[in-house]
């Protein structure tokens, strides 16, 4: 695909395909990808350094149907949907295919061990050198650098996060120069795939209501995600859409 952005809202969103997405994130050579969703662009609207992190990202993938819309809106009519999960085992695959190691940062130890068995089950020449499921509090100085120390040494290729946003987004880029592999945040991912949460079905998460199944799965965590932000990221994408000007951007000078 052409190498083009959108602005939705307060992101710059890259146009691109599962298949462009895989093939350009396993030819970095470190840096970070972010798969943007309706809450990360409100995170990102709500506050400006968040937004200069994801913009600042190497690839900005439009996992939300809603951003596929608005990028659609704003003239990338080839436009499509890069799903979060999906990119996850298409890189698991290509990783498998062409040789390279990959490692998961994030999860509980559970989450860890079972993401580790299926893909091991799933794609068995995978390598798979490195998982850790760090502290739920504030790592030290020394912590972390032990950690990315021990990341390094792993040398995985592709280091899949999965932390939540905006957590992971900050992670990844506090750890760009010092870090050897892509990173990709990868939100819930490891979750689904380890069989901790049921996806929605396809055609429901097609016609842009995932968010009604995830909300009836996690009511508690996540009623403020979808009552309060979607309905803000609805006014705003549509005052961007009632605004002149420039429709895209290309190249990734701007970042």
Avoid at 9 to 34: F, P, W
Avoid at 108 to 136: C, G, M, N, Q, W
Avoid at 234 to 249: F, S, Y
Wanted: proline share 4%; with cysteine.
């Amino acid at each position: 695909m052409a190498d083009k952005k959108i602005q939705v809202v307060s992101l710059q969103t890259d146009v691109t395909d599962h298949a462009s997405a895989v093939e350009t994130i396993a030819a970095l050579n470190g840096g970070y990808v972010c798969v943007a969703t309706v809450h990360m662009v409100m995170e990102a609207y709500d506050d400006a350094e968040f937004a200069a992190k994801v913009n600042a990202a190497d690839l900005a993938v439009p996992d939300g149907m809603p951003l596929l819309w608005m990028q659609k809106l704003r003239g990338a009519k080839e436009a499509k949907r890069v799903r979060g999960n999906d990119l996850m085992l298409g890189l698991f695959e290509h990783a498998e295919k062409n040789g390279l190691k990959v490692g998961f940062y994030g999860g509980h130890d559970k989450t860890l061990k079972a993401l580790y068995e299926r893909a091991k089950t799933d794609y068995p020449a995978l390598k798979i050198v490195y998982t850790y499921s760090p502290l739920f509090r504030p790592l030290t100085a020394i912590e972390d650098a032990a950690i990315t120390d021990e990341i390094n040494k792993a040398a995985p290729d592709i280091l899949f996060v999965g932390l939540g946003c905006p957590k992971q987004e900050n992670w990844m880029a506090a750890h760009r120069d010092r870090v050897g592999a892509v990173m990709i945040g990868v939100g819930a991912a490891f979750d689904f795939y380890a069989g901790n949460l049921k996806e929605a079905p396809r055609w429901l998460s097609n016609i842009g209501l995932e968010w009604l199944f995830r909300l009836f799965m996690e009511p508690k965590r996540l009623w403020r995600r979808y009552l309060i932000l979607n309905p803000r990221f609805m006014w705003l994408a549509v005052k961007q859409l009632m605004r002149r000007g420039d429709t895209e951007t290309r190249g990734r000078g701007g970042r």
